[in-house]
Nanobody, 121 residues
């Protein structure tokens, strides 16, 4: 099995910072890309940031310039640095990994259980 565990969430005041981590473990042959999604109360889940094994990153317009995604593909670990947080960033943040479990298998999507980020005074 492939397991993803997010950590680093918590309560922070507006303007503060947090750093989220996602550790992938299990039967992983290759990770092609990793990303972060979030779901705020009463809203649809949305893409926050993605990063490929080639180093390409993509961010939602709402977080550009504030969030930084990085990944250590050799260690199967994903990070999300978050600065200048505001209440609109309050959500459950989910780690997503596209990984192949063998040399012949196609990549499949795997999800963590989420970590809560609350931005409030």
């Amino acid at each position: 099995q492939v397991q993803l565990v997010e950590s680093g969430g918590g309560l922070v005041q507006p303007g503060g910072s947090l750093r989220l981590s996602c550790a992938a473990s299990g039967s992983i042959f290759r990770i092609n890309s990793m990303g972060w999604y979030r779901q705020a109360p009463g809203k649809q889940r949305e893409l926050v940031a993605t990063i490929t094994s080639g180093g390409s990153t993509n961010y939602a317009d709402s977080v550009k310039g504030r969030f930084t995604a990085s990944g250590d593909f050799l260690k199967n670990t994903l990070y999300l640095g978050m600065n200048s947080l505001n209440p609109e960033d309050t959500a459950v943040y989910y780690c997503n990994v596209w990984a192949a479990r063998s040399s012949l298998a196609r990549s499949a999507a795997y999800w963590g259980q989420g970590t809560q980020v609350t931005v409030s005074s």
